[in-house]
């Protein structure tokens, strides 16, 4: 029985202490092809898909929403689809415990430039912005904006064209550029 377990119990620790939790493809340094933030923004962990940026005081859910809105338009996006997660919880007696939605933007002229080279990365498409409540590291209830970065999202696709890696940066630091003014409820 010992030696049973131990010979089932031996690959798993090894796995355990040798796998690492993510793709080795996913794992870089490589700071070429991310985004660009503005002066004031946090940086870029290459390492997470997620880019989150707190909301200034005082900017209320729905002023980022109209932020958000004339700045896509102003950028050439369009908001084809918004997904108000935390009301659907709602309506099934789910406490979402703050904001919680998702509001879906593209740029046909940036995102068409990666999906002609890599018609997968669609999966990927639209790009995404969250408005979530979370608490701080002061432990108080924050409005957050969250970003799915597509220069990470590229980082799915084998062999990456240039233009392809050039437009997801640019649609990142484009996208990375609204929310920084949305943030802050600029219009």
Same mark, same amino acid.
């Given at each position: 029985?010992?030696?049973?377990?131990?010979?089932? @119990?031996?690959?798993?620790?090894?796995?355990?202490?040798?796998?690492?939790?993510?793709?080795?493809?996913?794992?870089?340094?490589? =700071?070429?092809?991310?985004?660009?933030?503005?002066?004031?923004?946090?940086?870029?962990?290459?390492?997470?898909?997620?880019?989150?940026?707190?909301?200034?005081?005082?900017?209320?859910?729905?002023?980022?929403?109209?932020?958000?809105?004339?700045?896509?338009?102003?950028?050439?996006?369009?908001?084809?689809?918004?997904?108000?997660?935390?009301?659907?919880?709602? @309506?099934?007696?789910? !406490?979402?415990?703050?904001?919680?939605?998702?509001?879906?933007?593209?740029?046909? /002229?940036? /995102?068409?430039?990666?999906?002609?080279?890599?018609?997968?990365?669609?999966?990927?498409?639209?790009?995404?912005?969250?408005?979530?409540?979370?608490?701080?590291?002061?432990?108080?209830?924050?409005?957050?904006?969250?970003? !799915?970065?597509?220069?990470? !999202?590229?980082?799915?696709?084998?062999?990456?064209?240039?233009?392809?890696?050039?437009?997801?940066?640019?649609?990142?630091? =484009?996208?990375?550029?609204?929310?920084?003014?949305?943030?802050?409820?600029?219009?």
């Amino acid at each position: 029985m010992v030696k049973l377990m131990a010979a089932f @119990l031996l690959p798993v620790l090894i796995c355990i202490s040798g796998c690492s939790h993510q793709p080795k493809a996913l794992v870089t340094n490589d =700071t070429k092809w991310i985004g660009k933030v503005s002066k004031g923004m946090p940086a870029i962990d290459p390492g997470n898909a997620i880019y989150e940026l707190p909301v200034n005081e005082g900017v209320s859910h729905q002023d980022v929403i109209d932020s958000l809105k004339s700045l896509s338009e102003g950028k050439n996006f369009v908001n084809p689809a918004n997904f108000p997660i935390g009301e659907h919880m709602k @309506l099934r007696g789910q !406490d979402p415990g703050g904001v919680l939605e998702v509001r879906a933007f593209c740029n046909l /002229g940036l /995102g068409a430039e990666i999906m002609q080279d890599h018609p997968e990365f669609i999966v990927f498409a639209p790009c995404r912005i969250a408005i979530y409540e979370k608490m701080d590291a002061n432990n108080i209830k924050r409005l957050y904006l969250g970003l !799915d970065r597509p220069t990470f !999202d590229l980082k799915n696709i084998k062999q990456p064209t240039e233009r392809a890696k050039r437009a997801a940066q640019e649609l990142e630091t =484009t996208l990375l550029e609204i929310m920084d003014k949305a943030r802050k409820g600029d219009l």
